[in-house]
Every structure is written in C-alpha cells, then in structure tokens.
C-alpha cells in the first residue's frame, strides 16, 4: 500500500543552524508533496508545498526538493530560530485523489 | 480569511459512550476530509466528502463511526460506542479541489 517513511524523529539544532528533514514514499503516482508544521495542542498548519513538475521551491528561510527518479523529498529550513520548535510532517497526495499519506513526524527542537 | 472551525476542543467520555464532533470548513470549500492522529503519529483520513457525497471512506470503522455533511457545508462525526483505542485528535480539514488542504485545530478525544 502507499507508505511515506520520515526521517529523524527527532532532530536538535542550535539557534541559526540549519535543518534537515527527508521523506521517501512508495507510490510512483503521487504528484503533490506537502510539508506541515504542528504546535502542540494546534491542527497541521501547512508551510510549504512542492508539485511533481517542480524539483526545488523556496520561500524566505524554508525550502523543499524532490527527486521523483528516487522517490525522495526533503525539507530544508536555514538559520533556524527558537519558534521554528514543532513537530513537521511530510505528507504525499495518495492515487486516490484527496486523500492525504502523512509520514511519522518529526520532532524540531531549537536551542536558543 | 477564517479557517476550519471545529468543536468542541477537548472531550472525555467513557468507553461504550457516544461522542459528536462537530467541523465548519473555509467559506467556499468543496472537499472536507476527517482525520485521525493517534498521539506519536500522523494523521491518517477517516472520510472525504466533496460538496455532501463521500468520496473515500475507506478506512472508517463503520460499525461504530458515522459521517454525514448535508448542506455541503458544516459537518459532524460520531463515534459509537467509543473504545478505548479512539483516543486521539479528530481533526478536520477542506481544500479547493486544487489539493491544498487546511486543518482546525483538532478534537482531543479521551476514552477511559
């Protein structure tokens, strides 16, 4: 079946480092690659999102790159800051239209 | 623009009791969706609708969740009679049919 594998599950970075979070899934069909931030006690708040047509997208300190040949996706957030602390996932739209295919989440935490 | 409003925040019941929740989408949002995030993961879809027939219900426990949207607008979910492994955040969330999909802020449901 369709399958998003997240990787950290954690992941610690000092104030101003960068991070990086990779994905990779299993159905070839998937055309659409969605990064979520989540607070504690919040929804998924959607940051930035990446189409299959499109191999890098960029927006102030957040970027996304995808590899359709491997069927790899990363985020890339530079100069990290104390509010970027949360939980992100990945996520791949499925071949059943809608519906979402979300990765385990990882866990960004910031130190000042 | 106001975003996906749901209710109520928080909610404990006991096993075998019944429990509503309750999700009014973006102005204007076709599709709606319900999912399920059990504590340590990502969220997982229960149901889409588009306008108010279901598209996927796929992996709705039917013999105890129910869904309806009549109107094509607000939208509840009921889960009866609850288990204890229903405990987790429902979260709601529509889109445009052009895949950008926008969560509320999620039910914590609780089942002792």
């Known amino acids: 079946g369709e399958n998003v594998e997240q990787h950290p599950s954690t992941l610690s970075v000092q104030e101003g480092d960068s991070a990086v979070i990779k994905c990779t899934y299993s159905d070839s069909a998937s055309n659409y690659f969605p990064w979520y931030k989540q607070e504690l006690g919040k929804g998924p708040q959607l940051i930035i999102d990446i189409r299959s047509n499109v191999g890098e997208k960029k927006d102030q300190r957040i970027a996304v790159t995808l590899n359709k040949t491997a069927k790899h996706f990363s985020l890339h957030i530079t100069e990290t800051q104390p509010e970027d602390s949360a939980v992100y996932f990945c996520a791949t739209l499925g071949n059943q239209g809608g519906k979402l295919i979300f990765g385990q989440g990882t866990e960004l935490s910031v130190k000042p | ?112």
Do not use: M
């Not at chain 2, 209710?7 to 509503?20: F, G, H, T």
């Not at chain 2, 009014?24 to 599709?31: D, E, K, L, R, V």
């Not at chain 2, 039917?62 to 869904?67: G, I, L, Q, V």
């Open chain 2, 1 to 112: 623009e106001a975003g996906v409003a749901q209710s109520p925040r928080y909610k404990i019941i006991e096993k075998r009791q019944s429990v509503a929740f309750w999700c009014n989408p973006i102005s204007g949002h076709a599709t709606l969706y319900w999912y399920q995030q059990i504590l340590g993961q990502g969220p997982k879809l229960l149901i889409q609708f588009q306008n108010n027939g279901v598209v996927d219900d796929s992996q709705l426990p039917k013999d105890r969740f129910s869904a309806e949207r009549l109107k094509g607008v607000d939208s509840t979910l009921k889960i009866q009679p609850a288990k204890l492994e229903d405990s987790a955040v429902y979260l709601c969330a529509s889109s445009l049919p052009a895949y950008e999909q926008y969560f509320g802020p999620g039910t914590r449901l609780t089942v002792t």
